[in-house]
């Protein structure tokens, strides 16, 4: 039952504090991996080697320490549950997911393309200055379902599998993926290890979470269209764990998603995913909605699991 109540500290510190506002510890992390990478990331070859070591430096010290700290706290049940729904509060961004999609749906409601397209720029690494409507919209809604499996269940995955280290690695790896994944001059070579890293943590996750919005889709009774957008359109995405994340996600809430995005001024030409209405406002919201929904399933076959012994 340990688990479960830590899970219940951590969203319940989520939802009623939100994100750290300051000391965030992976703030703190995150200027550590760009000294990391400055001094690494130089001419001279062996990037991949080079990005391979950065990740070794940041993670396994950490790791161990995550280990270490979980041991010494074993022998006392309260204290170590307190200590483990903290640091899973820290990794997870359930309540800022929602606020970020909030601050995009409201403006864009209104009419307020500038504000929209402001808020959109925060979460999303595509042009945003001279977006449309439904291309904000649709930016939105691919980032709520796509960082709902990132930001939310692949971390309650590995909390669950391999308690505070396993959270640790994961929320550490998923950092540094998105600093240093990238696809361009600079971190193609260098990221390489970091990019794939990610994906292997990611894997299961997932499809979990392309698993459970499928289910969810029963609410829109968009179940056999999540289930279809899934099986036959998550292949032909570049990514292999957003791919089944975004399809399903799409087809659960009836929009298409995917298609033409503008990436530092080059327009990349992105398979369509899901099916039915172009995304609007609502569309965003209906991603929060979806995303919700999972997150009370996963508790509630977590919470079956626990009260039937199949999980500490």
């Known amino acids: 039952m340990g688990l479960l109540v830590a899970m219940v500290i951590a969203l319940s510190l989520d939802y009623w504090l939100g994100e750290p506002k300051r000391l965030h510890p992976l703030v703190g992390f995150g200027n550590l991996a760009n000294r990391l990478e400055r001094w690494l990331n130089t001419p001279g070859g062996l990037l991949q080697l080079k990005g391979t070591l950065a990740l070794s430096i940041t993670i396994i010290p950490l790791g161990f320490a995550a280990y270490s700290l979980e041991q010494s706290l074993a022998a006392n049940s309260l204290l170590s549950t307190l200590f483990a729904g903290v640091?899973?509060?820290?990794?997870?961004?359930?309540?800022?997911?929602?606020?970020?999609?909030?601050?995009i749906s409201v403006p864009l409601r209104a009419g307020d393309l500038l504000a929209a397209r402001e808020a959109?720029?925060?979460?999303?690494?595509?042009?945003?200055?001279?977006?449309?409507?439904?291309?904000?919209?649709?930016?939105?809604?691919?980032?709520?379902?796509?960082?709902?499996?990132?930001?939310?269940?692949?971390?309650?995955?590995?909390?669950i599998l391999a308690g505070i280290p396993g959270v640790v690695v994961y929320r550490l790896s998923n950092t540094l993926d998105a600093m240093w994944g990238y696809k361009n001059q600079r971190f193609l070579h260098f990221g390489w290890a970091a990019a794939r890293f990610d994906d292997l943590l990611n894997y299961i996750p997932a499809r979990l979470t392309a698993l459970t919005y499928t289910l969810c889709g029963a609410v829109n009774g968009q179940t056999k269209n999540a289930w279809h957008s899934w099986r036959q359109q998550a292949g032909t995405w570049k990514s292999p764990n957003a791919g089944p994340v975004m399809a399903a996600g799409a087809g659960a809430i009836g929009v298409q998603l995917g298609g033409n995005a503008q990436y530092h001024g080059q327009t990349q030409r992105r398979p369509v995913l899901g099916t039915g209405k172009a995304p609007m406002a609502s569309s965003i919201d209906d991603a929060c909605v979806l995303v919700n929904y999972s997150l009370a399933v996963w508790m509630v076959l977590i919470g079956m699991l626990?009260?039937?012994?199949?999980?500490?």
Not at 87 to 103: D, E, F, R
Not at 125 to 150: F, M, W, Y
Not at 306 to 311: L, P
């Open 306 to 312: 626990a009260v039937g012994g199949a999980i500490a």
């Open 120 to 159: 959109v720029g925060r979460i999303v690494s595509r042009d945003t200055q001279h977006l449309t409507e439904p291309e904000i919209a649709k930016a939105a809604t691919e980032s709520v379902l796509e960082n709902g499996a990132d930001a939310i269940f692949a971390a309650l995955f590995w909390f």
């Open 87 to 103: 640091v899973l509060y820290i990794a997870i961004g359930w309540t800022s997911l929602i606020q970020h999609a909030k601050a």
